[in-house]
């Protein structure tokens, strides 16, 4: 599993004692004829459902993105360095007992693929995978990605391979597609891009930081901290500031609010419209990370950092996902993780 950096691309509450908020309920809306993450026309009888995780670097009271996923070069804060999004996935969900085919476009606000699957007509911020067909129930074969001994992997841009990663993404809820000969549970995706805007200002407050949120619209859900300290994980838990509100976030944080943190960042997943299997899917893709000191890849560890959610047209900023026929509804989730450094 992979880990640094940013989505900017492709792709985070009060002092005083912890509380864990309810389940975040906005961010997988579903889109109209006219969203800008559909082709116009009329809805097909289909739904797309999409996770990942942003990495953004804090360093030096400036915004940083690290040099590429999991090798990072020493910090410029005057220079603009990569950002990156994590592990994007996009799952179908058929409404009707007949094949449907479908073409699919990712496009970047900025920066290229650095890697994607099934093999699919790709340019530096465009990657097509056309007459996408899918057919119900899930796939019941093997899954076909490369192996991490594979020419593919050996040739990854930056060095890392997250489609040797790809079999533990696998969600039973969603259906089989059929791309260029290869049946597939899913589609993925991974970017890198320029420096980018941080949709919340992070300023140091006190021993902890505040965090206001000037522009973001629509955002919802919980606001983690996380430090990872030694062989320990501590955490605390807030709720993300609404437009033109803020937020203290102390630094002290405890042992015993990791398991509210797991089950807040649970919670909104499932509440932002992801499926069980999806959901799942990103818990084994991050959770060992985030909370259990799992391996980053190769990464540099992230020892303390803020997690939230961002809402549908932030998401879009970074990576628009373009569908045609348009589906009756989008689910977009996308983590994003700030490192504050330390």
Not at 119 to 134: F, H, K, Q
Not at 143 to 160: H, M, N
Request: charged share 20%; hydrophobic share 40%; net charge negative.
């Amino acid at each position: 599993m992979r880990r640094p950096l940013p989505l900017a691309f492709l792709l985070l509450a009060g002092c005083g004692s912890p509380a864990e908020p309810a389940p975040a309920s906005a961010g997988g809306e579903p889109v109209s004829s006219t969203s800008p993450s559909a082709t116009s026309g009329p809805a097909a009888g289909y739904t797309a459902h999409e996770w990942g995780l942003v990495d953004y670097v804090l360093s030096s009271g400036s915004f940083e993105l690290a040099a590429g996923p999991g090798r990072p070069g020493a910090a410029l804060p005057d220079v603009p360095r990569p950002m990156q999004t994590r592990k994007p996935v996009i799952y179908f969900h058929l409404a009707q007992p007949e094949s449907l085919r479908v073409d699919v476009t990712v496009r970047l606000g900025t920066g290229a693929f650095a890697e994607h699957w099934p093999p699919a007509s790709v340019s530096a911020r465009e990657l097509r995978w056309d007459a996408v067909e899918l057919t119900p129930g899930p796939c019941r074969a093997p899954l076909e990605a490369p192996a991490r001994e594979s020419p593919a992997c050996r040739d990854a841009p930056d060095g890392y391979c997250e489609l040797a990663d790809l079999g533990a993404y696998r969600a039973p809820e969603a259906v089989c597609a059929r791309h260029d000969g290869r049946n597939v549970p899913f589609l993925f995706y991974r970017g890198t891009g320029e420096r980018g805007r941080l949709p919340l200002v992070v300023a140091p407050h006190g021993d902890g930081v505040r965090v206001r949120n000037e522009s973001l619209a629509g955002a919802r859900g919980p606001l983690l901290r996380l430090i990872r300290d030694g062989e320990s994980t501590r955490a605390w838990v807030g709720t993300l500031p609404g437009p033109s509100e803020a937020v203290d976030v102390p630094r002290a944080s405890s042992v015993e609010a990791v398991p509210n943190a797991r089950a807040a960042l649970s919670g909104a997943l499932r509440g932002l419209g992801l499926e069980e299997g999806e959901a799942r899917a990103f818990e084994r893709a991050w959770f060992a990370e985030l909370f259990e000191n799992g391996a980053s890849g190769g990464a540099p560890v992230v020892r303390d950092a803020l997690i939230f959610f961002l809402p549908r047209e932030a998401i879009d900023e970074l990576a628009r996902l373009e569908l045609s026929p348009p589906p009756r509804a989008v689910v977009r989730v996308m983590a994003m993780r700030v490192d504050l450094g330390g």
